[in-house]
């Protein structure tokens, strides 16, 4: 089969031919129909410090993506020849406190699909049965194929009371802007997103951002009196993983508000602890999504009108890999999809 590779250290991928993965007996093989590109692809390709550091080529890359069953284990009774899947690319150890605790997502032994194990940038792909996730076929399979960064999105949002509060997203990347449908969705009063990128607020906007800004340039004071907010934001969703937004989201905060952290922050970066202390915020860092509340709230949300189409921007025959990644490490582009079928 065809697949998309990490072949040695260093940047670069490449299309090569790979023997087709045996299914064991708890397996189900999968026949990849579209993928999505994440922004940890775009850094495996780079070869950055941390995919340096993570990456044991040669590696089939790719977590996100929509497929049919091809095959199944013997022991594996929830799937069947020609069901629509996706799958979460978190592979857990079902054994730890956590997993036995119904907290599969904080597994302090998670392996990444695409990442520590092949992935799903490849004609076909084998997962756990425990990975994988039956679709509803009424829903778009680019969107199915988003299910991994908006699970990203929805897990955050979902992470404190929006209902008639005034929220602040701070990276109109795909998450972000995901994160701003699903506020719209969830019944905030206000959904402000910034970046520093125009073509991505654009694409916030469309996502039903109420303002979007362009914080290199306007100020949020104004975008608060504009909303008639007297006191600042109450939810605040960071994002872009810069410091600097995530300083300006605790200056803008009103007193006793709380901030879930997604964006991957530097080490070293600072903020003004004095300012979260007297304001009493409450901050949670977010990983991954909830396996699987998160997945049957993403579900039940689609089926109930929550539109996040306008986040998919591009998509590529598989072939055309190189442009694929050229234009999502662009930052001109949402979701980019590469078609498999
Ligand atoms: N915690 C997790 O489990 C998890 C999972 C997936 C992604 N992530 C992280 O979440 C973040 C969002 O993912 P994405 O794929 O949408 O990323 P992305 O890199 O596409 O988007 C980040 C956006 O932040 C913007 N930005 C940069 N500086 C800014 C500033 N000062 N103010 C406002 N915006 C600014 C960028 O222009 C960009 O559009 C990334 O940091 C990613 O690494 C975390
Ligand atoms: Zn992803
Ligand atoms: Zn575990």
Redesign the pocket.
Known sequence: MKAIMKVDAGPGLALRDVPVPEPGPDDVLIRVLRASI???DVHIDKWDAWAAATIKPPLVIGHEFVGCVVAAGSHVRAFKEGDLVSGEGHLVCGKCRNCLGGRMHLCPHTRGVGVNRDGAFAEYLCLPQTNVWLADSAIPPDVISCFD?LG?AVHTALSFDVLGEDVLI???????CMAAAVCRHAGARSVVV????PA?LALARRMGATVAVD?SKDSLDEVERFLGMKEGFDVGLE????P??LS?MVNVMFAGGSIAL???LPAAAAVDWSKIIFKGLTIR????RKMYETWYKMTVLLQGGLDITPVITHRFPYRDFREAFDLMAS?RSGKVILEWD
């Open positions: 994440c922004g940890t960064p990203n701070t990276g109109a990347g795909p998450i972000g910034t970046d520093i990128n991505r914080v994002m872009s993983g810069s600097a937004a300006q997604l964006g991957l860092g977010i990983y991954g930052g």
